[in-house]
């Protein structure tokens, strides 16, 4: 287990619940989908509680195990019917609040960075502004459904930034993993996320952030569209 402060282990237990909690809400309170989260969550856990992923020559990187999945559920979303259909039935309040998790996710991170477990690009000292997204989705959350005095094209373009942020951070993250393909921060290199409950940011929390900005994307373009 990461060797932080345990108002930082909360914090982060606090960060996963209201991801899962926002999602589930967006799915119109999919008790499958909820369902599928938690045995994930159970199933990636328990790989980093036996050190799974700390096992660093492995070819193809353990990671793979830890990263893959989302990004793989995010594009057959984005390719298949059902996919598509599921993306376009997700609820815009909802995945907007999701991004807030984003904010307390900084904080935890240049704790874990302070810990000696990730590279300070990886925190908002470095090259990770996704600190930006969190604070922001607030704002954009209170003028866009609450005042309505922003409109949808705001939004979208929010979301476009939230998403290259995402991309940028996750970036980072790959390029300075311990694995036989680090290309980044060899000295401090980000051996943070083979650690339980940080494992939990790559497997749940990133995936969950990625698809709500895939969604919002693909709505208020389409509907853009079509106005």
């Given amino acids: 287990m ?8 909360i914090l982060f237990g606090a960060v996963v619940v209201y991801a899962v909690v926002a999602f589930y809400f967006a799915t119109s309170k999919s008790i499958g989908i909820l369902g599928i989260l938690i045995l994930y969550i159970l199933f990636q856990s328990l790989l980093s509680l036996f050190d799974f992923y700390k096992v660093e020559s492995a070819i193809p990187p353990r990671l793979t195990l830890l990263i893959g999945p989302g990004f793989l559920l995010a594009g057959y979303l984005c390719l298949s019917s059902k996919g598509k259909l599921f ?8 995945l907007t609040l999701l991004h807030v998790v984003r904010l307390p996710v900084e904080i ?15 925190t908002f000292e470095g090259n990770n502004f996704d600190i930006l997204s969190g604070i922001s989705a607030v704002i954009i959350f209170y003028f866009v459904f609450v005042t309505k005095k922003a409109g949808h094209r705001l ?9 290259i942020l995402l991309i940028n951070v996750v970036s980072i993250a790959i390029l300075t993993a311990k694995t036989p393909f680090q290309q980044l921060s060899f000295d401090q290199p980000n051996i943070g996320i083979t650690y339980f409950p940080l494992v939990l940011l790559p497997a749940v929390v990133v995936p969950l952030v990625l698809i709500a900005h895939i969604s919002a994307i693909r709505q208020l373009f389409f509907n853009s569209l079509e106005n």
């Fill in 108 to 122: 935890v991170l240049y704790y874990v960075f302070a810990a000696g477990f990730i590279p300070e690009l990886m």
């Fill in 87 to 94: 993306l376009d039935g997700l609820d815009m309040k909802f």
């Fill in 2 to 9: 990461l060797d932080v402060p345990i108002f930082i282990l």
């Fill in 155 to 163: 939004l979208l373009i929010w979301n476009v930034i939230g998403l």
